[in-house]
């Protein structure tokens, strides 16, 4: 199984204080490393300017990689641009694009994407919540038009709703996007009644639900429609701050729910996509929590990949 990373993702400085810092990476790739044998680390490439426009506008490719910041630029009060965050981006974004690459051309089923910043809340305009550019979108994207592939799933895991990732893909029939997430909770968004053209799947889970709520979401309402669609690919924004060591929520889950989740979709992609998954991270602000899920998580789809 692969994992893409670059050291570019680690130089995107947030400040002081703030929660999505150059050590959640670091975390990641020294849990992986030290407890997960077997990976195949692969350098991330940069995306092409090609590749960001299918999704995004230019405005906010210039916004990123045109600013050239001296120091910290607030783009909201939570989303930082500093001297190292284009290049970072970039990594972030390319590192999708080629786990797809990689995955299409079968020389591995599985491939996790270790980079920062995340992606699942930058919409076709604005970079928000952290996320600069919208690295699934970015990669779904290139499956559809380069890979000609003509149906993708994109599950979201994250606590928080992927609204970018939704206002990406709510009117293209070609991607079903599924998420479960915390509510009320930023971004605010993910009603269950959203529901797109019919491609839209969201779950709405109060503080507090625990596994069985979380799981009872999935299976009943999630892993169906997603079954249902067939997908010829499946990816995933895999956020891991549903922890409940986790500080920015309060859904009180175990590494063993994200294991779970990922090997129920590893199910699905055996049986319509050859196996084909490529996971992005995404949050997890806790660190030792977020070592423990990444571990999870990547042992999941090494199992789906080596089976």
Same mark, same amino acid.
């Given at each position: 199984?692969?994992?893409?990373? =670059?050291?570019?993702?680690?130089?995107?400085?947030?400040?002081?204080? %703030?929660?999505?810092?150059?050590?959640?990476? +670091?975390?990641?790739?020294?849990?992986?490393?030290? %407890?997960?044998?077997?990976?195949?680390?692969?350098?991330?490439?940069?995306?092409?300017?090609?590749?960001?426009?299918?999704?995004?506008?230019?405005?906010?490719?210039?916004?990123?990689?045109?600013?050239?910041?001296? %120091?910290?630029?607030?783009?909201?009060?939570?989303?930082?641009?500093?001297? +190292? @965050?284009?290049?970072?981006?970039?990594?972030?974004?390319?590192?999708?694009?080629?786990?797809?690459?990689?995955?299409?051309?079968?020389? #591995?089923?599985?491939?996790?994407?270790?980079?920062?910043?995340?992606?699942?809340?930058?919409?076709? $305009?604005?970079?928000?919540?952290?996320?600069?550019?919208?690295?699934?979108?970015?990669?779904?994207?290139?499956?559809?038009?380069? =890979?000609?592939? #003509?149906?993708?799933?994109?599950?979201?895991?994250?606590?928080?709703?992927?609204?970018?990732?939704?206002?990406?893909?709510?009117?293209?029939?070609?991607?079903?996007?599924?998420?479960?997430?915390?509510?009320?909770? !930023?971004?605010?968004?993910?009603?269950?009644?959203?529901?797109?053209?019919?491609?839209? %799947?969201?779950? $709405?889970?109060?503080?507090?639900?625990?596994?069985?709520?979380?799981?009872?979401?999935?299976?009943?309402?999630?892993?169906?429609?997603?079954? +249902?669609?067939?997908?010829?690919?499946?990816?995933?924004?895999?956020? !891991?701050?549903?922890?409940?060591?986790?500080?920015?929520? =309060?859904?009180?889950?175990?590494?063993?729910?994200? $294991?779970?989740?990922?090997?129920?979709?590893?199910?699905?992609?055996?049986?319509?996509?050859?196996?084909?998954?490529?996971?992005?991270?995404?949050?997890?602000?806790?660190?030792?929590?977020?070592?423990?899920? @990444?571990?999870?998580?990547?042992?999941?789809?090494?199992?789906?990949?080596?089976?």
């Amino acid at each position: 199984m692969a994992v893409f990373t =670059h050291a570019a993702c680690f130089a995107h400085d947030t400040g002081p204080g %703030h929660v999505e810092t150059p050590a959640r990476l +670091g975390a990641v790739v020294t849990a992986l490393r030290d %407890h997960v044998p077997g990976l195949e680390w692969l350098e991330a490439p940069r995306a092409s300017r090609g590749q960001l426009l299918r999704v995004h506008e230019p405005l906010l490719l210039r916004t990123v990689l045109e600013a050239e910041p001296a %120091h910290l630029v607030q783009l909201d009060p939570d989303t930082v641009l500093s001297p +190292g @965050s284009p290049e970072a981006a970039l990594r972030a974004a390319g590192a999708v694009v080629a786990a797809v690459d990689l995955v299409m051309a079968g020389e #591995s089923e599985a491939a996790f994407c270790a980079v920062r910043p995340p992606g699942h809340h930058a919409t076709p $305009a604005h970079a928000m919540g952290f996320c600069l550019f919208n690295n699934v979108a970015v990669g779904a994207a290139h499956a559809l038009d380069r =890979h000609g592939l #003509s149906r993708v799933a994109i599950i979201d895991f994250d606590i928080h709703h992927g609204n970018g990732t939704q206002a990406i893909f709510a009117e293209e029939p070609r991607v079903l996007y599924a998420s479960a997430h915390e509510m009320p909770l !930023f971004p605010e968004t993910g009603q269950p009644r959203d529901r797109g053209i019919g491609n839209l %799947h969201n779950a $709405a889970l109060q503080a507090g639900s625990g596994s069985h709520r979380f799981r009872e979401a999935w299976r009943d309402r999630l892993l169906p429609a997603i079954d +249902g669609f067939e997908p010829q690919l499946v990816m995933i924004s895999a956020g !891991f701050d549903g922890h409940r060591a986790d500080p920015v929520a =309060h859904i009180e889950l175990e590494a063993d729910d994200f $294991a779970w989740l990922t090997g129920e979709l590893a199910g699905i992609a055996s049986r319509h996509a050859g196996g084909r998954m490529v996971s992005v991270l995404e949050g997890g602000y806790d660190l030792a929590a977020l070592a423990e899920c @990444s571990i999870a998580h990547v042992r999941a789809l090494g199992a789906c990949a080596t089976g």
